[in-house]
């Protein structure tokens, strides 16, 4: 079992940064591809970005490409989400994940593990 808690969120205007962190705990992350999604009000979750276990590669959404970088830190078993250019369409809670198999990363059933969120809001 693999626990995740995000901290983080906040109230930002447009244009602003955020970096959101998540803490795992229970099993080293290392074995484990982390993600981050987000689900605004009236809208279904959607992938984010996300970073393999192997070699670190990411893969990040068109959406939030060029704004959002996802990272990890094996040894502190942390991952984070640093939002920069923040608009008001990025207003969500936001999720961390953690899958120990494979597939398509936006694929929501292919994620093992989900934090319980933190509120991110964008005013213009």
Do not use: H
Request: one cysteine or more; charged letters at 20%.
């Amino acid at each position: 079992q693999v626990q995740l808690v995000e901290s983080g969120g906040g109230s930002v205007q447009a244009g602003g940064s955020l970096r959101l962190s998540c803490a795992a705990s229970g099993r080293t992350i290392s074995s484990y591809d982390m993600g981050w999604f987000r689900q605004a009000p009236g809208k279904e979750r959607e992938f984010v970005t996300a970073i393999r276990r192997s070699d670190g590669s990411t893969f990040t959404a068109d959406s939030v490409k060029g704004r959002f970088t996802i990272s990890r830190d094996n040894a502190k078993n942390m991952v984070y989400l640093q939002m920069n250019s923040l608009k008001p369409e990025d207003t969500a809670v936001y999720y961390c994940a953690a899958r120990f198999g494979q597939g398509l990363f936006s694929t929501l059933a292919s994620w093992d593990y989900w934090g319980q969120g933190t509120q991110v809001t964008v005013s213009s």
